[in-house]
């Protein structure tokens, strides 16, 4: 176990310094621009990581299920690339969505 706290606080500190984490530089006013800067690289980061390594997966899993013949697991193989797709898609628009719901509480 100490093993593994030591990867993650090495994981994290790493990942303190953001460099995966893409830098956004949203144009609401000075006082929001930080946090939501910050929550959108977050988001933004492990979101489309976390998307690529469910896309990776489903992609074992079609190759074990057809090599195995288990269409089932390959079938949800399928489903698990589709679906990171989709959710890297949305990810990437989350940006765009931000800024337009604020541009709407503010009147253009």
């Given amino acids: 176990m100490s093993q593994m706290s030591q990867f993650l606080h090495t994981a994290v500190t790493?990942?303190?310094?953001?460099?995966?984490?893409?830098?956004?530089?949203p144009s609401v006013p000075g006082t929001l621009q930080t946090?939501?800067?910050?929550?959108?690289?977050?988001?933004?980061?492990?979101?489309?990581?976390?998307?690529?390594?469910?896309?990776?997966?489903?992609?074992?899993?079609?190759?074990?299920g057809h090599n195995t013949e288990r269409g089932g697991l390959a079938a949800r193989g399928k489903q698990a690339i589709v679906w990171s797709l989709i959710s890297g898609m949305g990810i990437g628009v989350t940006s765009g969505l931000v800024l337009a719901f604020y541009g709407m509480t503010q009147g253009g």
Avoid: E, F, R
């Fill in 35 to 64: 946090p939501t800067g910050k929550i959108l690289s977050w988001t933004s980061g492990i979101g489309l990581t976390l998307a690529v390594l469910g896309g990776l997966a489903g992609w074992g899993c079609v190759a074990i």
């Fill in 14 to 25: 790493y990942l303190a310094d953001d460099p995966i984490v893409p830098k956004y530089k």
